[in-house]
């Protein structure tokens, strides 16, 4: 059901679940860019075990009996973190208040997300009940399609998906995440900061998520907080 780990999220410290990707069956929020350069679909499209998992995931995440079997796996296998939908996304009202419910019953869990399906006016209301949660650090998804949304909640932080040089996102956007092709580009000076393993900048061991923690570890203040300083030097 969930993993530990890969090779963005790190060792075993994060588990994700998944689910398919690049539908509007099943993420009902996706714009033109980020279908045009989704990195789900791309794994998908090569490592067809992967596809099967997701799938079956899919299905658990249908039965009446997904909560308790969600929360009973984040015991037996004492998870601290969790990011949820390292594939896919929220795709129905019903199905987000079922991650609402595990985080409820998992107070002593952290779990975070990046979602357009804030764009859904029907799934919405769940995704902002689970920002407010202290164990949650949830993310709106944004890029040059869907904007920045006008109405942010407090302690929602926004991510960009930036696809070239010329893609500037607005100065509300608390996290730049960059295409493949853009990675050992400078950061153009001003713009927010970027995702420290896709900012080009040379260091003697890879970022991962479970060491840089920015998107996990529920901030002091409820946004805009500054990316922890990752030193290039510093042997890891």
Do not use: Q
Request: charged share 25%; hydrophobic share 40%.
């Amino acid at each position: 059901m969930l993993t530990p780990g890969n090779l963005k999220l790190g060792g075993r410290r994060i588990w994700g679940f998944a689910l398919p990707s690049g539908a509007p069956d099943v993420c009902p929020g996706m714009s033109p860019t980020c279908s045009t350069h989704c990195y789900a679909v791309a794994v998908e499209r090569y490592r067809p075990a992967v596809v099967a998992k997701y799938r079956r995931n899919l299905r658990a995440s249908r039965r009446r009996d997904f909560v308790r079997r969600v929360v009973a796996f984040l015991i037996a296998h004492r998870v601290r973190v969790v990011r949820v939908h390292t594939a896919g996304d929220f795709l129905t009202a019903r199905y987000a208040r079922k991650w609402l419910a595990v985080m409820r019953r998992s107070p002593r869990v952290t779990f975070y997300f990046y979602t357009r399906s804030w764009r859904c006016t029907e799934i919405r209301p769940a995704i902002d009940r689970m920002s407010a949660l202290p164990n949650c650090v949830a993310w709106y998804s944004c890029d040059r399609d869907t904007g920045a949304p006008a109405n942010v909640p407090v302690g929602v932080r926004l991510a960009w998906l930036s696809v070239t040089d010329d893609d500037v996102p607005p100065a509300a956007v608390d996290l730049v995440f960059r295409v493949r092709a853009l990675r050992g580009h400078p950061v153009p000076p001003d713009s927010p900061p970027v995702c420290p393993a896709e900012d080009g900048v040379r260091r003697p061991r890879r970022v991962t998520c479970d060491v840089c923690g920015h998107c996990w570890r529920p901030a002091p203040e409820p946004h805009r907080t500054p990316l922890p300083v990752i030193d290039p030097s510093e042997p890891g």
